[in-house]
């Protein structure tokens, strides 16, 4: 035992099970970097405290320096007794210039070392996250923006509610994702504090890392800032159900599946589609799947290491090891899902007839209630004389444009020869020209809304 860190008081080996156990290398050797850059900084401390000479500092800098060089080559070789990376970095930074390597350690546990190299980990992958996530946000952006003209249903209790821009559907995305990208910047002030050179004390700080990081996913939004950018978001958004968390921003991906197969195949797929082995003519949209089964995989990794967490006495436990599978593995998952997500947007193909197809004149019996409102009466009556109409054409097998003035006379004597202008999806659409709403204009704004905004980010 007299070869490991922490060898001095034990006699005997330690038990291989326990070896295999205990050991962090197998995944944590992704902070390789990180932790030399610690180490680099922690010397420089080390020298002018005065713990290490100029000519040992200098030694310990240069050893680093080679270990960095076989990190980034590839050629780092580790050994069985190399615990985790910071083991392994120290076992081969004395392999190269012998006994100075031995003070390095001073004052610092692995406990800092380990809190150092996941917050200097993570900050970048926040970075990459970030950007990642603005690209699939301006993605969509300035696919609404060409596609400005393009109506679609509309969907409530996954029924069809009422006709709207295709832009403004995508738009609602774009906003759940700018929260998502303004959550990760909230998380990255307190990823990006220093707890090296605090000794044991800092690891109360550590804990916070992964709140932090598991954190992104919950953000409670109960403090009304400002207004929402889009109605159907503003509606359709629960983010604050607290531990629904960053998953929720996947899940919506449903929505694409939904309009693939209700529309009949408005949205083709192209690069991200995959065909079924036994019926030669579908066209799957996998990418969209597996995004959405990716959020149960995060959400899991976030309440499994919270359950770890829970009861946990403060500073430093093993236990806390458990926190990088869980942080390396949601990062690879949004990582890729981010970049699957852009590609689905980028290379989706609509199919603007069907689509068109799809919206019916029952749809805008919310709009024949407005008619009858422009005309004085109170909605609630409006919306049951609209009812009573939905009825007629329901009993008479025909579509609600199709009922003529004087059944709709029956119905209310405000109805008159103009009620033919509501059977125009265009029309209704552009009725909402309210800020947030879907008409030509309050799209435009959204557009240049995001445009702004990414353009600050
Ligand atoms: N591999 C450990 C981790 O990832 C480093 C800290 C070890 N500290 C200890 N006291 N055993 O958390």
Redesign the pocket.
């Known amino acids: 035992e007299g070869n490991k860190l922490?060898g001095g008081r034990f006699v005997g080996n330690t038990d291989p099970i326990m070896e295999k156990f205990?050991?962090?290398?197998a995944y944590?050797q992704r902070m390789w970097e990180a932790d030399i850059k610690g180490s680099k900084a922690y010397v420089k401390a080390l020298q002018k405290a005065g713990l290490v000479t100029q000519n040992e500092m200098e030694q310990i800098l240069t050893g680093l320096d080679k270990v960095f060089d076989e990190w980034s080559k590839g050629e780092f070789k580790i050994k069985p007794g190399d615990?985790?990376?910071?083991?392994a970095n120290e076992r081969r930074l004395k392999e190269f210039i012998g006994d100075p390597a031995g003070k390095l350690h001073t004052g610092r546990?692995?406990?800092d070392?380990?809190a150092t190299d996941m917050r200097l980990w993570l900050r970048d992958a926040i970075n990459t996250l970030k950007e990642l996530a603005l690209q699939l946000i301006s993605t969509m952006v300035e696919r609404a923006a060409v596609e400005i003209e393009i109506l679609c249903p509309g969907y409530t209790h996954m029924q069809r509610a009422q006709p709207i821009r295709w832009s403004h559907w995508i738009l609602s995305h774009a906003v759940a994702l700018s929260r998502d990208v303004e959550r990760l910047e909230d998380i990255r002030k307190h990823v990006n504090v220093m707890p090296l050179g605090r000794l044991f004390l800092c690891i109360y700080n550590f804990k916070r890392i992964l709140y932090g990081l598991l954190s992104f996913f919950h953000s409670p939004e109960l403090n009304f800032d400002s207004i929402s950018i889009n109605s159907m978001d503003a509606t359709g958004q629960r983010d604050f159900v607290g531990m629904y968390n960053h998953a929720a921003n996947f899940t919506r991906h449903q929505d694409t599946i939904r309009f693939c197969f209700v529309c009949v195949l408005c949205v083709y797929f192209c690069e991200n589609s995959t065909g079924s082995s036994l019926m030669p003519q579908k066209k799957n949209a996998d990418s969209l799947e597996l995004i959405r089964s990716k959020a149960g995989r995060v959400f899991g990794r976030c309440a499994g290491f919270l359950m770890t967490l829970k009861g946990l006495p403060s500073t430093?436990n093993?236990d806390?090891?458990e926190?990088?599978e869980a942080m390396f593995d949601t990062y690879d998952t949004v990582h890729a899902v981010l970049q699957v997500a852009t590609g689905v947007i980028s290379t989706l193909m609509v199919n603007q007839p069907a689509m068109e197809r799809a919206l019916s004149p029952d749809m805008l019996a919310t709009d024949l209630a407005y008619h009858l409102v422009r005309k004085g009466m109170p909605f609630r009556e409006a919306h049951s004389c609209a009812g009573k109409a939905v009825y007629i054409a329901e009993s008479k097998n025909i579509h609600l444009s199709q009922i003529t003035v004087e059944d709709l006379q029956t119905v209310s004597p405000l109805f008159d020869k103009d009620v033919s202008s509501v059977w125009d999806y265009n029309r209704s659409v552009e009725q909402y020209s309210a800020p947030g709403g879907t008409a030509r204009s309050s799209v435009t704004a959204q557009i240049e809304h995001f445009r702004t905004w990414l353009q600050a980010q």
């Open positions: 922490w205990n050991a962090s290398i944590d615990e985790d990376i910071h083991t546990s692995r406990n070392q380990v430093y093993k806390l090891q926190d990088k």
